[in-house]
């Protein structure tokens, strides 16, 4: 069974960083492309970026690309999201998700609630 | 980007009933994607590539469509198909999500 799980959420001060993990299970993550999805508390969804399955390419969100880097260590079977200089409307809901074109994002974690304020 | 519209933006339907849910594109696409979340879960794939149904997805969905133009069926409304769904495309970067379309019973 494939599965996701997200930590590393929680309050944290604006132009503060925060890194969130994904560990997934149930398959092989060095097989595929990875995606950070966020959801605010309104509902809008938002893709974040993704990262090819050897790490050896990332692709971001142009209003994001700037601040949040993704990483990943396939020994871990672990996806990072780096965010950093967070603001409030950072404030979200951080989903990681299996991702490949053709069959979208297949599987969801669970999510973690991010909470950016002072 | 491609900015996608779904409506409407909140619907009902009871048992039984046909429920259909459009997404427009700013820009054509070459296919869509549809994910159901049901209050407090997370997303859950529907359908990829318009009109393929995920797995384990029952058959009363559907989705069809092509260009600036799609949509998502459910045939005979159930009451666990209650939930908010969203369109979202893979043909542009950076990848967009439709508003959603929340579908109460």
């Known amino acids: 069974e494939v599965q996701l799980v997200e930590s590393g959420g929680g309050l944290v001060q604006p132009g503060t960083s925060l890194k969130l993990s994904c560990v997934a299970s149930g398959f092989t993550f060095s097989d595929y492309w990875m995606s950070w999805v966020r959801q605010t508390p309104g509902k809008t969804m938002e893709w974040i970026g993704d990262i090819k399955y050897d790490g050896s390419y990332t692709h971001y969100a142009p209003s994001l690309k700037n601040r949040f880097t993704i990483s990943r260590d396939n020994a871990k079977s672990t996806l990072y999201l780096q965010m950093s200089n967070v603001r409030s409307e950072d404030t979200a809901t951080y989903y990681c998700?299996?991702?490949?074109?053709?069959?979208?994002?297949?599987?969801w974690g669970q999510g973690t609630l991010v909470t950016v304020s002072s | 980007e491609v900015v996608l519209s779904q409506s409407p933006t909140t619907t009902a339907a009871s048992p039984g009933e046909k429920v259909t849910i459009t997404c427009l594109a700013s820009?054509?696409?070459?296919?869509m994607f549809w994910y159901q979340q049901e209050s407090g879960a997370s997303p859950k794939l529907l359908i990829y590539s318009t009109s393929t149904l995920a797995s384990g997805v029952p058959d009363r969905f559907s989705g069809s469509g092509s260009g600036t133009s799609y949509s998502l069926t459910i045939n005979t409304m159930e009451a666990e198909d209650a939930a908010t769904y969203y369109c979202q495309q893979w043909s542009s970067n950076p990848w967009t999500f439709g508003g959603g379309t929340k579908l109460e019973l």
């Open positions: 998700a299996r991702s490949g074109g053709s069959s979208g994002f297949a599987y």
């Open positions: 820009s054509s696409v070459s296919h």
